[in-house]
């Protein structure tokens, strides 16, 4: 069974930082892209941020770009988003999942984690 689970986020004042982790099992970690993406409610979930399977290059949204950093860790079977200056409207919450083709629709989905940055 695939499974993939973010977790790690919380209620930060804005200029915190936060780390999200998605622990995975199930397939070929590997083998898969993985993307971070955020849905606020009501509206449309859109990508944050997605790291290549082999070598790691990493690609950002420009609103988040120089303030997250994507990673992964292929023996564990991880990956991370490093979220550093946050800002209000990065409330969201934040799903994981993994990709076969980089920048299509995802193959696997995980559960959010609700990240929420006050002012």
């Known amino acids: 069974e695939v499974q993939l689970q973010a977790y790690g986020g919380g209620l930060v004042k804005a200029g915190g930082s936060l780390r999200l982790s998605c622990a995975t099992s199930?397939?070929?970690?590997?083998?898969?892209?993985i993307g971070w993406y955020r849905q606020v409610s009501g509206n449309q979930r859109e990508t944050v941020s997605c790291?290549?399977?082999?070598?790691?290059?990493?690609h950002y949204d420009d609103s988040v770009r120089g303030r997250f950093i994507i990673s992964r860790d292929n023996a564990k079977k991880m990956a991370y988003l490093q979220m550093n200056n946050l800002k209000p409207e990065d409330t969201a919450v934040y799903y994981c999942?993994?990709?076969?083709?980089?920048?299509?629709?995802?193959?696997?989905w995980g559960q959010g984690t609700q990240v929420t940055v006050s002012s």
């Open positions: 199930g397939f070929t970690f590997e083998d898969y892209h």
């Open positions: 790291i290549t399977n082999r070598d790691g290059a990493e």
């Open positions: 999942a993994a990709l076969k083709r980089l920048f299509n629709t995802a193959d696997y």
